[in-house]
Structures are given as C-alpha cells and as structure tokens.
C-alpha cells in the first residue's frame, strides 16, 4: 500500500480593482447598492434589509446610508478606491446612499441618474361604471 502525498491547495489570487461601478436601486420601500468591477462583476452588495433594518425603517435615508457603508466595507479587501455612480429610483434613500459611499472613504467620480422614465406609461384604466 502507497501512500500519496496530498497536494498543496492552490493560493487564490485576490483580485485587485482599484475602480468600479456602484449602482444605486432606490425604491420606495428598499434601497439596494451592489458595486462592481468596470465589466459588471459583481463584488459586494448590502440593502437596508440586509443591514439590519425590517419594515418602515428600511424605507429611511439612514438605513440607504448605513447599507451603502456596509457594501463599501465588503469591496474594501479588493481595493477599491474610485467609483462612477449609477442611481436609478425614486426612492428616499438616493442621495443619502451616495453620501453613505463618500463617508466610507470612496472617491466618486460621476453620478449618472438612470431613472427609467415611462414615455406616455400604460394604458389608463376603464371608466366606472356607477
């Protein structure tokens, strides 16, 4: 009976992205902040929910805020450092999510508004009949 010698695991290679993409979802009831890598990877993302907030108090600034700092912290082992900002919502978190990412020590570049904007909407709804 041999007996193999196991083979050293393979060291996984960080990935280091000194700039990326942040993209800001702020809805009425959640604000989402996912930052990415200039392709699209995604390398962390944090929303009011999973910052800890439940019902009302995730519709807040302060939860938008807290939940922007906590994805910063997550993409801070890739080495982020500079950021273009894409927000898209109507929400009340929106500016509050980006001053979240300026305090964590982001540099921001541009701040784009992606909102998307219906062209004449849906079709109105029937008239009542009484």
């Known amino acids: 009976m041999t ?3 196991p083979k050293p695991a393979k060291k996984k290679v960080k990935r280091v992205v000194p700039e990326g993409r942040v993209s800001v979802t702020a809805g009425y009831n959640n604000t989402i ?3 990415s890598d200039p392709e699209g990877s995604v390398l962390s993302w944090c929303s ?3 910052a ?4 009302l108090r995730k519709a807040t600034p302060y939860a938008a805020q807290m939940a922007s700092e906590a994805a910063v912290n997550n993409a ?5 450092e500079r950021v273009h900002v894409i ?3 109507v929400g009340p978190g929106r500016e ?6 300026h305090l964590a020590g982001l540099n921001i570049l541009s701040i784009v508004d992606r909102t998307p904007v219906p062209h004449n909407g849906c079709r109105s709804k029937r008239p009542r009949k009484i």
């Open 3 to 5: 007996t193999e010698t």
């Open 33 to 35: 902040v996912t930052i």
């Open 48 to 50: 009011s929910g999973t």
């Open 52 to 55: 800890g907030f439940k019902g």
């Open 76 to 80: 801070k082992s890739y080495g982020i």
């Open 87 to 89: 927000v898209k919502g």
């Open 96 to 101: 509050q999510a980006i001053r979240g990412l």
